[in-house]
């Protein structure tokens, strides 16, 4: 391991300061990961216990003394019954919308990081050994760093339940049209009539909104989440307090950075389906889907799927698309034609002994394939 790496844990005021610094290292990360961001771990406390958050800092040692941060994990000290009740560190803070568990790493330095926090928190007296990640993916160059500190720190990763989520990561020389024909393979000409078969209701649109627009069109999004079945549950983020505090602060300071977009594919000019979505280095992550259910015969979430990958051509795509899709989101839904394998899995870091921790995700992993196997089809 490089002896001019250190890890320290950060002060919650003191990381909220290093924004600067976060963008930098998302831009030379083996992978970006908005949801490590200063922007949205002062989100996140609207939600979680601020003295619960652990946010791990690598510095990188450079001329005449100075430091550059080359990595960041955030987590949550977490017990309850989804831990089995043992004490963990999870990531990420928000699971319920963050989307990625991994750590953001340096490219230059990801394997000597992954090791130095590892060991991090190996030595740490104070903190759990054991890691709660249920949204990691299981391959690409940051998984490979971890797994290699894993091996040296003799570290185990449990994986429970294993899902594939669309992501897009275009070829060269790729245009929307060769992209959907191979995304969407033999079902192109299907989806496609459907995607033109709303324009036969009346005139069809589609609009990106971002900085000091994406404001207004945010609350628009909400609305329309709100008057579906979620709105009606009371589970729409408009009903539930702390939600609605959350999204607008994350929304927010997003806005500030420039960081978010809100998509909207309009019938008429008035939204049948929005998206939200955190840009990140070139990167875009969606966080958010809502529609107009009474268009449902459109298959309106994925017809703004469609619109928005038309729209990223136009513009110039990203490098990559995360879906975000959980284990309970049909792939189908979206048009992303890659896959990425990703697990809710546990890490036991050195020769700690598995917790209940293990055991809490083993039975949601068999109660899930019970409720699979009973549910009408």
């Known amino acids: 391991m490089s002896a001019d790496i ?17 963008a930098e290292l998302s831009r030379h990360a083996v992978e970006p ?7 949205a771990i002062s989100a996140a406390t609207l939600l979680v216990p601020e003295e619960a958050i652990v946010i791990l800092c690598a510095w990188r040692s450079e001329a005449l003394g100075s430091e550059s941060l080359v990595g960041v994990w955030a987590l949550l000290r977490q017990r309850d019954w989804r831990t089995g009740f043992a004490s963990v560190l999870a990531a990420p803070l928000v699971p319920l919308y963050e989307v990625s568990s991994p750590p953001v790493l340096d490219r230059d330095h990801a394997e000597d990081i992954a090791l130095a926090m590892l060991r991090h928190l190996l030595a740490a007296s104070d903190l759990p050994k054991t890691l709660a990640l249920p949204l990691l993916p299981l391959e690409g160059r940051c998984f490979a760093a971890l797994q290699e500190a894993m091996r040296i720190t003799g570290s185990r990763l ?10 897009m990561a275009p070829q060269p020389g790729d245009d929307a049209e060769r992209y959907l024909r191979r995304a969407l393979g033999s079902g192109y000409k299907k989806r496609m009539q459907q995607f033109r078969a709303i324009g036969k209701g009346g005139a069809v649109s589609f609009a990106r909104k971002r900085g000091n627009a994406a404001r207004e069109a945010f609350e628009t999004f909400l609305a329309l989440e709100a008057a579906g079945w979620k709105g ?3 589970t729409a983020i408009a009903c539930l307090l702390e939600d609605s505090a959350y999204f607008h602060r994350l929304v927010e300071l997003l806005i500030a950075q420039d960081a978010v977009l809100v998509d909207a594919l309009l019938l008429d000019g008035k939204p049948i389906a929005m998206g939200l979505v955190v840009e990140s280095a070139g990167t875009r ?12 015969r459109h ?14 051509f136009r513009e110039g795509p990203p490098n990559f698309f995360d879906s975000g899709a959980g284990d309970g989101v049909d792939a189908g839904t979206y048009v992303w034609g890659e896959r990425r394998q990703m697990a809710n899995a546990i890490l036991t870091i050195g020769g700690a002994i598995p917790s209940r921790a293990h055991l809490a995700a083993g039975a949601r992993m068999w109660l899930r394939r019970l409720r699979d196997r009973t549910s009408p089809h």
């Open 33 to 39: 990961n908005p949801h490590m961001s200063p922007a």
């Open 158 to 167: 449990t994986r429970y339940e294993t899902w594939q989520r669309p992501v």
């Open 285 to 296: 992550h969606f966080l958010k889907i809502a529609y107009d259910e009474t268009q449902a």
């Open 6 to 22: 250190v890890v320290r844990r950060a002060r919650l005021a003191d990381y909220l300061g290093l924004g600067q610094a976060f």
């Open 232 to 234: 009606e549950a009371g």
């Open 299 to 312: 298959s309106p979430g994925r017809a703004l799927t469609i619109a928005m990958l038309q729209a990223d």
